[in-house]
């Protein structure tokens, strides 16, 4: 069901511009638009319009549909109550914006004063509380409108002095209490100008009044002329209430509402200072209440703005959980958050279809519903949300629809703990509890614990609706992974996810609460498909297999026939260590070969952060219940996957760690053998040592700190001088090395691989028309600073006329950044983004884009001193002999009583500067 929203948007544009005299044709356009995809504010009104010249009741509809969508649209309210002019519209408006801020609001009130004349001094005083620009003008339309008569209103008699005095009053308490808004409404206008979304300040509503005269109240004439203000905006072409709103405009409203909560706080805190009495308290509490009910505007205003930006609803549905879960909240007003919800929830995922975060907040929206009571949870309305969002067409991988799907199943499962812990205690089952009784009294020495035990059976209601709810949850999983075979056969980490969630809820949930076996043969099954449905499988899904049997009590069943658990038998609770062990070593064995497959560890996150946490927990399993030499089998496990990612001395633990130093197994280079179990035979002398020493000497954990210091200060060493020579290595100590590290990265190019560059990526499917600028332009604000950016191009010869005329690009180029973090984000924008209409493909790149060493200082060493060749050596001591030859040549000639003297200088070695610097006394 994906679409286009530019071409349904340009189809409206052309129908109207080819066919000004009909318009049945863009009423269809409209419709169609409609039906796919989420309207803005400004095509709602125009579609409103349009429809105004067929029929003025068929335009109130239409604009009522697009209230429900954008309630917090000044603007759309504006032309409502224009068609209207009924007051009931104005009370419906003023719940869903009043206390916004700027001038349409201001021309709203205008609009109602000039509408409802017998409500213009109730309009007078509450427009008197508003900071807005053009407010400044209150008094002279007090005087034009009211006059010096007195007018009649619902609650008596009021004369112009009494009014004036009310007016004052709010105003002095605008500038008061409303100069923050104030404030915060110039941030959001500066922010929103600069996307230039900003229309209020392009034009005055006021200038375009079609009548002056009268009340404007009478049959259906329309106050403005809304063509010519449509128009002045930009119509459906322009910016304005066109859902253009970007993340600057979006983080001003967010400040905007986070400020005024931030308000709130000091208020509610200074009503509880001491010093305050009943009436300021009065007084700050009405203040709490006004400011309470502008942030829901604020958002409403927001989403009116900014539809598409996914955080905006976020923060928005966020603070309408904050309403419903208060408990300060009334109940009436939890109640409406509720309703709120469902509706906000709703319109989010229209604005946003391609947003897994927003459709799982809609499901979550229906379990608030279930759990206030107002309806009962049905999976199929679950299921019926997820079909939405992945027949949309707008999730951006298989990923995000496998979240939908695990979303809706966690769902279910919350449904069926709350269940039961509602049936069996009146704590909720997301809060905390503590095991024992009576957590208030302090026990005596000696004294036993006396733990809580909730030994009730579940109400035979709730015993059913959860065992139903469990074959649902089965049935949305057997779907889910009918979904996984079909649209992504060969996805098997997907369904090792799948796999994850159905292993875990079967073992913790579903199978201790209804179990028909007591062993749980049927879980053990669970795990087993879990670790074989994906090669390398990953090392989260063997911890949960081992933290599963870990827990597991294998019982037996009474003899006589009345099916009583009575304990675990003695050989199977020790045969339980001997399943753990064994789990782990075809853990390591899986995970021997997972670093090649790149593309496996790439979609999981985690993944070498969970292999170092399995290496840690197998070494704590061995030290605790294991023998010296299932303790040397796990360390060497361990010390294999270490060895294949970093320094030894990251990953050493200090439990579990074995006397290294003489110890053949903790060498630089581990040998890799296929049977990873050691014989006693294998075993040496000083390995067993080592170990009975560990767990028993007091002072080892003083040497392995020690000798970790001393690595580490090693390693400090050889990351400054990186050469060692055969003199330091004799001084190295004991045989513990980092190893060398190799490059992250290869390049292919042809048949050979170079290590790729870190800085720099390789960019192809270039246009003609991109030049250098265009790829620093682009890159540097979506992946951060860049250091030079050049683009390939064809060798030219001949002078060129100007500096425009460039050789031929060859549609290929490099980008070098200054952090390293920067190519990674760049990688991922690969196919994601076009430049001169061309998609542009992103990988690494073996080369810089600049050249390591700057022209004219190629060599190391300017002087020639860092040249080690046979032929520079050879050069240098013809040299040295020569001037050598010279000097005693010059000594003949001059004689002097200093000949032995300079005999002696020159028996010692010249370099060139001394000799060139010598000068006989003669000369």
């Known amino acids: ?144 409108v009211v006059g010096d008569s007195k007018k009649t209103n619902g609650n008596g008699i009021i004369s112009k002095e009494v009014l004036m005095q009310a007016v004052d009053e709010g105003r002095r308490f605008a500038s008061q209490h409303m100069i923050k808004l104030n404030n915060l409404e110039e941030d959001l206008v500066a922010a929103m100008t600069n996307e230039g979304i900003y229309g209020q300040s392009t034009i005055e509503l006021h200038d375009f009044v079609k009548n002056n005269d009268g009340d404007g109240s009478s049959g259906n004439e329309m106050t403005y002329d809304w063509e010519s203000v449509l128009k002045a905006l930009g119509g459906i072409s322009g910016s304005f209430l066109m859902g253009m709103g970007m993340m600057q405009s979006a983080s001003a409203f967010i400040s905007y509402e986070q400020q005024i909560f931030k308000h709130i706080t000091f208020l509610k805190r200074q009503m509880k200072t001491p010093q305050s009495d009943q009436t300021e308290n009065l007084n700050v509490g009405n203040l709490v209440k006004l400011y309470h009910g502008l942030i829901v505007p604020v958002y409403e205003r927001a989403v009116s703005e900014c539809p598409t930006v996914e955080l905006v609803w976020e923060k928005y549905l966020k603070h309408l959980s904050y309403i419903l879960h208060d408990s300060e909240t009334e109940s009436a007003d939890r109640i409406w958050a509720l309703v709120k919800l469902k509706s906000v929830a709703s319109r989010a995922v229209n604005n946003c279809p391609y947003s897994v975060n927003l459709f799982t907040k809609k499901l979550q929206a229906v379990m608030e519903e279930v759990e206030a009571g107002r309806k009962v949870l049905e999976p199929d309305d679950l299921m019926n949300i997820v079909t939405e969002a992945i027949e949309a067409g707008f999730l951006p991988d298989k990923n995000s629809e496998l979240k939908m799907y695990l979303a809706a199943c966690r769902i279910v499962k919350q449904r069926i703990l709350d269940l039961v812990s509602q049936s069996t205690s009146s704590i909720a089952y997301d809060q905390p509890e503590r095991i024992d009784k009576d957590s208030k009294k302090k026990r005596k020495r000696g004294e036993d614990v006396e733990l809580k035990r909730y030994t009730e059976p579940l109400d035979s209601d709730i015993e059913q609706e959860v065992q139903d709810l469990i074959t649902d949850l089965r049935e949305m999983w057997n779907a889910t992974d009918t979904f996984l075979r079909k649209k992504c056969s060969n996805w098997t980490e997907g369904r090792q996810l799948l796999f994850t969630e159905i292993a875990e809820t079967e073992a913790y949930i579903c199978h201790p609460l209804f179990a028909n076996d007591v062993n749980g043969d049927e879980i053990i ?14 090392p989260n899904s063997w911890r949960s297999y081992i933290q599963y049997i870990i827990g597991k009590a294998f019982v037996r069943i ?84 270490v060895s294949q990612q970093t320094n030894v001395t990251e990953h050493i633990s200090s439990e579990g760690l074995i006397d290294i130093s003489n110890n053949s197994s903790a060498k630089r280079k581990f040998e890799e053998a296929d049977n990873v179990e050691d014989t006693d035979e294998d075993k040496t002398d000083s390995e067993v040592h080592s170990l009975k020493k560990l767990k028993s000497d007091e002072t080892v954990q003083n040497n392995i700190e020690k000798e970790t210091e001393y690595v580490q200060e090693i390693n400090e060493k050889n990351s400054a001088s990186p050469t060692v020579t055969n003199k330091d290595e004799k001084k190295r100590g004991p045989n513990i090395w980092p190893i060398k590290s190799k490059a992250e990265h290869k390049v292919k190019v042809g048949n050979l691989e170079y290590p790729a560059h870190p800085f720099t990526i390789h960019i192809s499917n270039l246009s003609q028309k991109t030049q250098d600028m265009d790829l620093y332009d682009v890159f540097k604000s979506k992946c951060g600073a860049i250091v030079h950016a050049r683009i390939f191009r064809e060798k030219e010869h001949g002078n060129r006329q100007n500096d425009s005329d460039l050789p031929k690009s060859k549609g290929m180029a490099l980008v070098q950044f200054e952090e390293r973090t920067s190519v990674e984000e760049a990688l991922k924008l690969s196919n994601e983004f076009g430049l001169h209409e061309k998609l542009i493909k992103i990988s690494r790149s073996h080369q810089p884009a600049v050249a390591v060493v700057p022209p004219g200082c190629h060599r190391i060493k300017a002087k020639g001193e860092g040249k080690s060749t046979k032929r520079n050596l050879k050069r240098k001591t013809r040299r040295e002999n020569k001037n050598e030859e010279e000097v005693n040549k010059e000594l003949k000639t001059s004689g002097g009583g200093r000949a032995d003297e300079i005999n002696k200088e020159i028996a010692t070695p010249l370099t060139t500067k001394s000799v060139l610097a010598f000068r006989p006394r003669n000369v």
């Open 558 to 641: 009474d003899p006589k026939g009345t099916n009583n658990i009575i304990t675990e038998t003695p050989g199977m609770h020790v045969a339980k260590f001997r399943f753990i062990r064994n789990l782990y070593q075809r853990a390591f064995a899986s995970l021997r070969n997972a670093n090649k497959n790149e593309k496996y560890t790439n979609v999981n996150d985690g993944y070498e952060v969970a292999v170092n946490l399995m290496c840690q927990e197998n070494i704590q399993f061995e030290t605790k219940f294991g023998s010296d030499t299932s303790l040397i089998t796990a360390s060497k496990l361990a010390a294999k996957r």
């Open 1 to 144: 069901m994906s679409y286009s929203y530019n071409d349904l948007l340009n189809a409206i544009i052309t129908s109207r511009q080819s066919h000004p005299a009909t318009i049945d044709e863009s009423l269809s356009h409209y419709g169609v638009f409609s039906e796919k995809c989420s309207m803005t504010p400004l095509l709602w009104i125009q579609y409103a319009q349009d429809s105004r010249l067929i029929d003025a009741e068929l335009a109130k509809e239409i604009i009522q549909l697009g209230l429900e969508e954008f309630p917090g649209c000044v603007f759309l309210w504006l032309y409502y109550l224009d068609c209207t002019k009924d007051w009931a519209v104005w009370e419906q408006a003023m719940q869903n914006i009043k206390g916004l801020q700027g001038s349409f609001m201001i021309e709203i009130y205008r609009l109602a004063i000039k509408c409802f004349p017998s409500k213009a001094e109730e309009l007078f005083i509450e427009r008197a509380t508003m900071l807005s620009v053009g407010n400044e003008t209150i008094v002279d339309e007090i005087e034009t």
């Open 525 to 538: 099954k669970l795990f087993e498909k879990l670790v074989r449905v994906h090669l390398p499988p990953h």
